[in-house]
């Protein structure tokens, strides 16, 4: 990836932020001054006064190179969608940042290494997660993080069976089941007591919420694996929710399959800063207590 194949950028900006919106100012005039097309998805431009006529979902399909400027929120708002091998760098404006390891102060510099084709790009897998209805609807998401099933405030512990490969592994009585990336598993599967994965393996994890039988515990599959989760419990307040921004409710009659998204993602990583680094500085790994 140089300079001579980078033709047309994708830019994405969390429209909540006056930071990204200014920085998105900015590296608009620094795209510009260079000869490069600015594209910018709706929301995007809203924020920076300009018009535009590219949803998010499709941006990273119409350019070369995506650079979001925003949290991990931002960042799997657009990894959710068409990617078709269009790396993406992530600049973080936003709290923690695993996804969008980026600092403000780096983005210029990032910007010069990925023209000079210097850039260290990682492969993250993505799940393709179906549900089948009973009416015999049927929808496909794409998530880098997570689909996690899981009841209500108000909803009774939910029994749901899961099957891999159809197999049935156990029957969960628990507050929801999280289905996780390696890059998913420093999210709400961490929190649930799940694993750290290595970035990237070739697997994925699946966690319960609060189980009430202490011996389920997060399982560790083959991302080869079809994992299928079926609700057996009457309760009708249960939803599936993919990446913690989109969220469908879920009946007993519903299938819930999740495997390997044939299309994964291409970060851009800084090119002398490890996963582990990345580690230290996010969960305080190594650092004392006061």
Known sequence: MTATTIQRVGVVLKPSSPEATELGRQLIEELERRGLEAVLDRESAAACGREAEVSRN??????????VLGGDGTLLSVTRGELRGTPV?????????????????????????????????????????????????????????????????????????VHVDGQLVS?????????????????????????ILYPTLDVMVVTPICPHTLTNRPIVLSLSSVVELRLESPSEEVYLTLDGQEGFPLTPHDVVRVRRCDEPVLLIEHPDRTYFQVLHRKLKWGERGG
Request: overall charge neutral; glycine content about 10%.
């Open 89 to 161: 760098l992530g600049i973080n404006m936003g709290f923690l940042g695993f996804l969008t390891e980026h600092s403000a102060e780096e983005l210029f510099p990032m910007l010069e290494t990925v023209l000079a084709g210097r850039a260290e790009i990682q492969r993250r897998e993505r799940l393709a997660v179906s549900v089948e209805m009973s009416g015999g609807d049927r929808l496909t998401r794409y998530v880098l993080n997570d689909a996690v099933v899981t009841k209500s405030a108000l909803a009774r512990v939910v029994t749901l069976a």
């Open 58 to 67: 499709t941006l990273a399909s119409q350019v070369d190179l995506v650079i």
């Open 171 to 195: 029957r969960f009585r628990s507050d929801g089941l999280i289905v996780a990336t390696p890059t998913g598993s420093t999210a709400y599967s961490l929190s649930a007591g799940g694993p």
